[in-house]
Structure formats: C-alpha cells, structure tokens
C-alpha cells in the first residue's frame, strides 16, 4: 500500500525540541521531492518545509528558519523533521506529504 | 513571496448545485496551482495538479481552469461527499503559499 506515515508528535513545554519522522512505503521514496505541512487548531494550510529527492536543495517558511530543520534517509524510506526552540505558536498537525500523498498527521502541542 | 487570495471563505450549496471557488496570485506563476479537499480530522487530498489535470480517481465533476494569476476550481454537480473545505496551493516558487481555505457546507 502507497503511504506516509508520520510519528514523533506530542507535548513539549516551549523551548522544548521535538523530532518527527514520516515513513514511506509502496512506492519509489528516493525519487521524491518531500514537504513537510502543517495546520493550527481551526486554522488553515501552512507549508513548512521542502527537501528535494536527493536532499541536496532545502527550503524552509521564514516562521521556522534557524529553529527547524528537515533531513531524510533514503535508504530508510523516512523523512525527518528536527524542531528546535519550540514556541506556542508551532502547535499544530504536522503533514509530511509528497506532490501527490499526504501522511495522516501528528499532533504536536507547545505548552506549559 | 508570492500571496493567494481564495474566495469565497464559505461557501453554502445544495446537492447538485455547481459551486465555483476563485484563487488570484500576487504574481504570475503560469500553471503551478493545485486544489486539495480536506474533510474534517482527515489530511488533504490532492484534486488537480498543473492547474486543470484531474489527478487519478478524482471524479469528473470537479475541474480546474485558470493560468497566470486566476485561477478557478468547478464543482459541476455537487454530491454530498463534497462537503469539505478546498484549498489551493502555488508551487511556482518558494515559499510554497496556500490559500486560506473555503468551506463548502451544506445550505
């Protein structure tokens, strides 16, 4: 079966780190451009991240330069997502997702 | 960095009713739009890629038009399984921008 499958959300205190991994399977994961997406409680769509196929060219959303950083592991078929100096305001559903295919979500919850 | 307007924010059809949602760039980004559903608790689905390609399995009824800085999504005949929220999202250029959603309920 062709899915993401992300894991490695919970609660963290602000200032906190917290890293999440997203593992693919039933399809080619090395000859795909992934993202990392993410979505506050009632709120909408807010790309976070972008890593190409090989992992040599990444991207990041102003609100998580220098705090996030995105990785992957080809031939573990995973992505990562290392999150930093966590603030309240990352609370959110976090999605990795290719162009095509989403993963179901992990929550992560910033709070003291 | 490239700012979608979506519109309308909410959207109230009937059953068989054709709806049509509006995306406008800031900047031209030729056909480097897509339109995901979402469906409350769930992740996004992606519905057209390259502005008017129907991905695989989408049923018919949805279209997509649109290049340049407008672009429209086309519900011909809405069914009840279409009751969710669409966004669209540019891929022209980083950062990649969403726009911020409409919500299609039922009148």
């Known amino acids: 079966e062709v899915q993401l499958v992300e894991s490695g959300g919970g609660l963290v205190q602000p200032g906190g780190s917290l890293r999440l991994s997203c593992a693919a399977s039933?399809?080619?994961?090395?000859?795909?451009?992934m993202n990392w997406v993410r979505q506050a409680p009632g709120k909408g769509l807010e790309w976070v991240s972008y890593i190409s196929s090989s992992g040599s060219t990444i991207y990041y959303a102003d609100s998580v330069k220098g705090r996030f950083t995105i990785s992957r592991d080809n031939a573990k078929n995973s992505l990562y997502l290392q999150m930093n100096s966590l603030r309240a305001e990352d609370t959110a559903v976090y999605y990795c997702?290719?162009?095509?295919?989403w993963g179901q979500g992990t929550l992560v919850t910033v709070s003291s | 960095v490239i700012w979608m307007t979506q519109s309308p924010s909410l959207l109230s059809a009937s059953t068989g009713d054709r709806v049509t949602i509006s995306c406008r760039m800031s900047?031209?980004?030729?056909?480097?739009l897509a339109w995901y559903q979402q469906k409350p608790g769930k992740a996004p689905e992606l519905l057209i890629y390259?502005?008017?390609t129907l991905q695989s399995g989408v049923p018919s009824r949805f279209s997509g038009s649109g290049s340049g800085t407008d672009f429209t999504l086309t519900i011909s005949c809405l069914q009840s399984e279409d009751f969710a929220t669409y966004y669209c999202q540019q891929y022209y250029s980083f950062p990649r921008t969403f726009g911020q959603g409409t919500k299609v309920e039922i009148k």
């Open positions: 900047q031209g980004i030729s056909s480097y």
């Open positions: 390259a502005a008017s």
């Open positions: 997702a290719s162009n095509v295919l």
């Open positions: 039933g399809f080619t994961f090395s000859s795909y451009e």
